[in-house]
């Protein structure tokens, strides 16, 4: 039968005291972090742990070097600009001159994979803000538009025009409701532009990464015009089941661009609910004109069930 002393984790042998004697066959057990007699309830001492740090595995280095996440794409790059130190003090003259020199020097060990980069980012943390981006979406977009930069499609083309083209794909991909104009009113580019660099994009980068540019539903427009018109959910409903009773009885939604059949469904099932909303008003949400709005409210009411 084992003592007292063996059962204790550090091996020291701890008698109770006169006041608090233990029974006279104690049994020690280890229970929540102490040594305990299960017979009379008495704690011995508490558990040590002695053993020596565990360090991590190489499997669980190799694992944590992967998941890691990459905080400089383009690598840490030393910029020597301005007229003061790190420490905040003015060059002198003759300082001045040779940081300048060392700052030509450094430029050109930057290759063009990595310039260009670095005027990208600027660019691309620009519009991620401004759009407001979800965090996967944004990585979507620096991901297409990193492989068309080593891929050199980026010569000859606007690098504003290729991030945009390129924010545009990831925010299609994921099935996200954004209208390009919105797009273009944060940048200084034509949507000539815009549309050559996407569809380069879509021909000779997206099919490399297998990603494929998803459909956007005219019911996904009207959650974002309903939001923006501060309209019920009522209205929401009647206009989402407008639409599709309509696709039910032959109603053609490809070809034609899904914000009208949006902004058509919501203007007629607004007058329904008595929450009338203006042509005008609905129509500057969403970026089309008051005759294509009309259009298709006619060719709703044509396929409407009877």
């Known amino acids: 039968m084992l003592t007292i002393e063996d059962k204790l984790n550090d091996g020291n042998p701890i008698r109770p005291t006169m006041e608090n004697k233990c029974c006279k066959k104690p049994n020690i057990i280890q229970n929540n972090g102490y040594n305990v007699c299960a017979n009379c309830g008495m704690v011995y001492s508490s558990i040590i742990e002695k053993k020596s740090r565990v360090a991590f595995s190489n499997d669980e280095k190799k694992d944590r070097q992967i998941n890691e996440r990459v905080y400089y794409p383009i690598g840490t790059r030393t910029l020597i600009k301005g007229n003061k130190d790190a420490k905040g003090c003015y060059l002198n003259p003759h300082a001045k001159s040779n940081f300048k020199r060392l700052a030509k020097i450094n430029s050109g060990y930057i290759n063009g994979y990595e310039r260009n980069l670095s005027t990208a980012l600027k660019i691309y943390h620009r519009l991620k803000f401004l759009l407001n981006l979800p965090e996967h979406v944004a990585e979507e977009a ?56 996407f569809k380069v994009l879509n021909r000779e980068v997206l099919p490399y990464l297998k990603l494929k540019i998803k459909i956007i539903n005219p019911i996904n427009y009207v959650d974002k015009f309903t939001k923006q018109l501060n309209l019920s959910m ?73």
Not at 255 to 271: E, H, R, T
Not at 280 to 288: L, P, Q
């Open 234 to 306: 009522r209205c929401r409903f009647y206009a989402v089941d407008l639409i599709k009773n309509c696709k039910k009885h032959g109603l053609i939604l490809s070809g034609k661009d899904p914000k009208g059949f949006a902004a058509a469904s919501l203007y007629l099932s607004a007058k329904i609910c008595d929450e009338p909303r203006k042509q005008k008003e609905i129509c500057k949400f969403a970026h089309i004109s008051e005759v294509t709005m009309r259009s298709r409210m006619y060719e709703l009411k044509n396929h409407l069930p009877n």
């Open 142 to 197: 620096y991901k297409i538009y990193n492989y068309a930069a080593k891929q050199k499609i980026t010569r000859g083309r606007s690098i504003e025009a290729l991030i945009s083209a390129s924010i545009y794909c990831a925010v299609r991909i994921n099935n996200i409701p954004i209208i390009i104009d919105k797009i273009l009113i944060n940048t200084d580019i034509t949507k000539k532009e815009f549309l050559n660099s």
